[in-house]
């Protein structure tokens, strides 16, 4: 069959798999595939049928995730991973994550019935608990598999269960003791490439008008979970000059944040700013008080090491302005960092030379989201990503990615594995 052909004829398998992922995580009004819960696990077990389906060897490795292994001529040149995850957030949508594996069995189904064998192994990797709702720490499945796990991270507890990382992991068929030696399960530069298909978690393949965009980088991140503002509690009939106004000077840190993210991005350099999290303590604040105390979080990413460094020295210095101003203590308190995933550049002009030969316009974008990808990229895998057209983001009940834009990605990365790659 011809390439384009062979790939147009696995529609009917992607929309199956994707509403056989739907059906398993279907929790109205949304969708929820719980890591290392049923959800994951009947996820994987479809995932891996469809591989097994298809001639693909699988096997868990020891932090329980599922690979499926397509054998190529060359058993010695390294394998090219596509890989994504099939864990949701509390009633999230379908698609991310599910949508990038499902988007690699697709693209080994189109090679096959075109009659390619390619040249390198090609393997589909379901990486497990991606998001971060679970224990607090997001990406876990791939950093288990590269040794990226931070300190202590097999001792958090999961959200529902309760069960530690390490037992969880144990129940789904990994094995714990090998992750606590702190080694990678596999070793980077035995990895050709990584290849990740995601839906965009924001709305510029919409407004563009384009199916597929070829990504750029992915953002890495600052995250302070636990900001602390200490000012002094006082009557509503204060005057402003005699205020320790906690509430206020969060107002202030938040408006300064947002500031120099305006001007970050005026001087083209790209960020972004979230307030998760802020308020006055929920069980004593009310109508008549100036609160003496406020709560809140940060996530600031950017996409590139250098800045994130730059914008760290940034924040230090609003927070120190802000206390000053406002009479105030402001601690940042427990700091988690991840590193930007910068995308290869050869695979990106590879991934922008097949869209042109499948005819498929691929806008370039940044990611707003990181993903598993980061960790393949921090530690020298040659990195691609495509992003996928998704109306009304992404971590909601509303995703709403079209399967032929989807088959838009699929047909890139098969033509792109379909070469020499
Ligand atoms: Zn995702």
């Not at 999230?92 to 080994?108: E, H, L």
């Not at 090679?111 to 393997?123: F, K, S, V, Y």
């Not at 302070?224 to 106004?245: C, M, N, S, V, W």
Request: aromatic share 4%; glycine share 10%; hydrophobic share 45%.
């Amino acid at each position: 069959m011809k390439l384009d052909d062979a790939i147009a004829a696995q529609k009917p398998l992607v929309q199956s798999l994707l509403d056989g992922v739907a059906a398993i995580g279907a929790d109205p009004p949304g969708i929820t595939r719980d890591a290392y819960g049923r959800g994951e696990n009947d996820a994987h077990h479809l995932i891996r049928q469809a591989g097994e389906a298809l001639g693909m060897q699988a096997s868990i490795d020891a932090g329980a995730n599922l690979s499926l292994r397509w054998a190529a001529e060359n058993p010695e040149a390294p394998p090219i991973i596509i890989g994504s995850h099939l864990d949701s957030i509390v009633q999230g949508g379908n698609f991310d994550g599910a949508a990038g594996v499902i988007a690699g069995i697709g693209a080994v189904a189109a090679l096959r019935a075109a009659g390619i064998t390619p040249h390198r192994d090609i393997e589909v990797l379901a990486l497990r608990c991606e998001e971060a709702v679970w224990f607090g720490l997001g990406l876990i499945g791939s950093r288990c598999l590269l040794a990226r796990l931070p300190a202590g991270a097999l001792e958090l507890r999961h959200a529902r269960t309760g069960k530690t990382l390490a037992e969880s992991i144990a129940a789904a068929g990994g094995d714990s003791a090998r992750l606590s030696q702190g080694k990678p399960l596999r070793d980077p530069a035995a990895i050709g490439a990584y290849l990740e298909v995601h839906i965009e978690q924001a709305p510029q393949l919409v407004e563009a008008g384009v199916p597929i965009a070829i990504c750029l980088a992915n953002p890495g991140n600052l995250r302070h979970p636990f900001i602390r503002i200490t000012g002094e509690d006082a009557h509503t009939g204060l005057p402003h000059r005699f205020r320790r106004d906690a509430a206020l000077a969060g107002a202030d840190l938040s408006l300064c944040l947002e500031q120099l993210w305006l001007a970050e991005e005026a001087a083209g350099r790209p960020m972004a700013v979230t307030i998760g999290r802020f308020h006055t303590p929920v069980d004593r604040h009310s109508l008549t008080a100036v609160s003496g105390d406020f709560e809140m979080s940060l996530d600031l990413r950017a996409y590139d090491a250098a800045h994130l460094v730059a914008l760290e020295a940034k924040l230090q210095a609003i927070v120190a302005e802000v206390a000053a101003r406002r009479r105030v203590t402001i601690t940042l308190g427990e700091r988690s960092s991840a590193a930007p995933g910068l995308m290869d550049p050869s695979l990106m002009d590879g991934l922008a030379k097949a869209a042109s030969a499948c005819g498929i316009t691929a806008a370039r974008l940044h990611s707003p989201g990181t993903h598993d990808a980061n960790n393949f990229a921090a530690v020298g895998v040659k990195t691609g990503m495509l992003l996928v057209r998704n109306q009304n983001g992404s971590h909601n009940p509303h995703e709403a990615m079209e399967t032929d834009d989807l088959m838009a990605a699929i047909a890139v990365m098969t033509q792109l594995l379909a070469g020499r790659w």
